[in-house]
């Protein structure tokens, strides 16, 4: 099932005003919407509630982490991006074992 969340959803949560931005951080949302939903995908399984509550804010969570890592600044900021990039590639390793 799809991750039910939008950039909207993503840009409160990180208390941006999508109608004060441009195109490119909407834009940027999106695909972080689009990795949040691949990461769930391999962490949960396929068929996740989308609708489920928890997972619309792990979803919410995810990206924005994922948004605010993209120039990482600090220490926190550092760790969390490659903790989040280690748990992608792992998954990606671990579905890739599956198609053989």
Same mark, same amino acid.
């Given at each position: 099932?799809?991750?039910?969340?939008?950039?909207?959803?993503?840009?409160?949560? +990180? @208390? $941006?005003?999508?109608?004060?931005?441009?195109?490119?951080?909407?834009?940027?949302? /999106?695909?972080?919407?689009? *990795? !949040?939903?691949?990461?769930?995908?391999?962490?949960?399984?396929?068929?996740?509630?989308?609708?489920?509550?928890?997972?619309?804010? +792990? @979803? $919410?969570?995810?990206?924005?982490e994922?948004?605010?890592?993209r120039?990482?600044? /600090?220490?926190?900021?550092? *760790? !969390?991006?490659?903790?989040?990039?280690?748990?992608?590639?792992?998954?990606?390793?671990?579905?890739?074992?599956?198609?053989?």
């Open positions: 099932m799809a991750l039910n969340i939008t950039a909207q959803d993503v840009a409160e949560y +990180l @208390g $941006i005003d999508l109608d004060e931005v441009d195109q490119v951080v909407n834009n940027n949302l /999106s695909r972080q919407i689009s *990795a !949040a939903e691949s990461y769930l995908s391999g962490a949960i399984g396929k068929d996740y509630d989308g609708e489920d509550a928890r997972v619309k804010e +792990l @979803g $919410i969570m995810i990206a924005a994922l948004y605010n890592s120039g990482v600044m /600090s220490t926190r900021q550092d *760790a !969390a991006f490659r903790r989040i990039a280690s748990d992608f590639m792992m998954q990606l390793r671990l579905e890739g074992r599956g198609d053989d």
